[in-house]
């Protein structure tokens, strides 16, 4: 399976900041998500990091609002602009369509805890 | 829109019960489902999966079943120890293998009396 790193694993921001999250893959791979984990919920799709062109957003999330960055096959940023107490959550890098690739099985990184004061 | 989803927010079983977690679907064009299993403060982690030409499939201790008939999939295991204490997902992929993208039903967390 793929090793994911994501940095910083939890960081307190303050309201109306930006904060940048990375997501390092120790292997290529094809598929790069990023999910939102609110506390006490399910995982909600942010978008799907295409490398080499733009992200494709989900329903309710919009790209000034959470730029992502994919500029090659194993690494990915996600952005957390002009933040306000509800984008406290837990962000998950996943990835899938490696060299590891046997089913539709997506990897989880452990996620980035953020908390906005 | 549609949705994938749990029935019961909280399951809680004796160790050693079999503990049966329940998954409906609205999509009936899917045909990937994943169960995957979340440990407090970590990513995801991948159980078992079942493609839409399956009705069972069987892992270690654990057994996934799914009737595409009333859109219905669960989760079965086997023998419940403590360590199966968290929150389980399912999970449904919509698109092709490299394009397609991950659902995520609402989660169901198991507890596990000693």
């Known amino acids: 399976s793929a090793v994911i790193s994501q940095k910083p694993s939890r960081d307190i921001c303050q309201r109306g900041t930006s904060l940048t999250i990375q997501c390092q893959v120790d292997s290529q791979v094809t598929m790069m998500f990023w999910y939102r984990q609110q506390p006490g919920q399910s995982l909600t799709l942010i978008a799907t990091?295409?490398?080499?062109?733009?992200?494709?957003?989900e329903s309710g999330f919009v790209i000034d609002k959470f730029p992502i960055s994919r500029p090659n096959l194993t690494f990915s940023t996600l952005t957390v602009s002009n933040m306000s107490p509800e984008d406290s959550s837990i962000y998950l890098c996943?990835?899938?369509?490696?060299?590891?690739?046997?089913?539709?099985?997506?990897?989880f990184g452990e996620g980035s805890r953020l908390t906005v004061l | 829109g549609e949705s994938v989803g749990l029935h019961l927010p909280t399951l809680s079983v004796q160790e050693g019960d079999n503990s049966i977690i329940n998954c409906a679907y609205s999509?009936?064009?899917?045909?990937?489902f994943i169960w995957y299993k979340q440990e407090s403060g970590k990513g995801p982690q991948f159980i078992i999966d079942i493609r839409s030409n399956m009705d069972k499939r069987q892992g270690q201790r654990v057994t996934v079943l799914l009737n595409k008939t009333v859109k219905h999939l669960s989760l079965q295991i086997a023998a419940t120890q403590p360590g199966d204490s968290a929150v389980y997902f399912c999970a449904e992929f919509r698109g092709s293998s490299n394009t397609g993208k991950l659902i995520f039903g609402q989660g169901t967390t198991l507890q596990v009396k000693p």
């Open positions: 990091a295409n490398q080499g062109s733009e992200a494709t957003y």
């Open positions: 999509n009936s064009a899917s045909d990937y």
């Open positions: 996943s990835v899938g369509g490696g060299a590891f690739w046997i089913s539709g099985e997506l990897f």
